[in-house]
């Protein structure tokens, strides 16, 4: 298709620019293979994938607000403490695998709350993150 050459000029954009300004991470899940019916368990794995992220300075304590939630999951409203971070994958994710992993920056672990790709021609190129701070 004709935005090809612009999808992949805009990845190439925002990873030289993620890479200049940001800091490494990486995105840990807990990945469970099928039921094993002979020993009653699943196997559990951990996978990485490694990044480049960086916090968005002028949202990064997000100001505590109300809402009634109809629509959202309380863990979805931003709390006092969430932050925005942008962030580009060694491998693309899908939002559902995101929102089931954990961010690793700097010794810290985010749980990612909510995200949002951004795909034009439907190649990601970066992510946009609410996350919360874990603790312990």
Sequence with gaps: STLFPYTTLFRSTAKTLLTE????CSIEQNITSDYNVETG????RKRRLLGV?????????????????????????VQQ???SITLSLSSPLSREELLLSVLLVN????QIVN?????????????????RLVNG
């Excluded at 300004?21 to 490494?24: C, K, Q, T």
């Excluded at 010794?107 to 985010?110: D, F």
């Excluded at 995200?115 to 996350?131: D, E, H, V």
């Design 115 to 131: 995200c949002q790709p951004l795909k034009p021609s439907g190649m990601t190129i970066y992510y946009k993150l609410q996350a």
């Design 81 to 83: 403490g969430d932050v």
């Design 41 to 44: 368990e699943a196997t559990r």
């Design 107 to 110: 010794g810290e672990r985010w």
């Design 53 to 77: 992220c960086i916090f968005n300075q002028l949202a990064y304590d997000f100001p505590q607000f109300q809402s009634s939630g109809v629509l959202k999951g309380e863990a979805s409203l």
């Design 21 to 24: 300004f940001g800091v490494p």
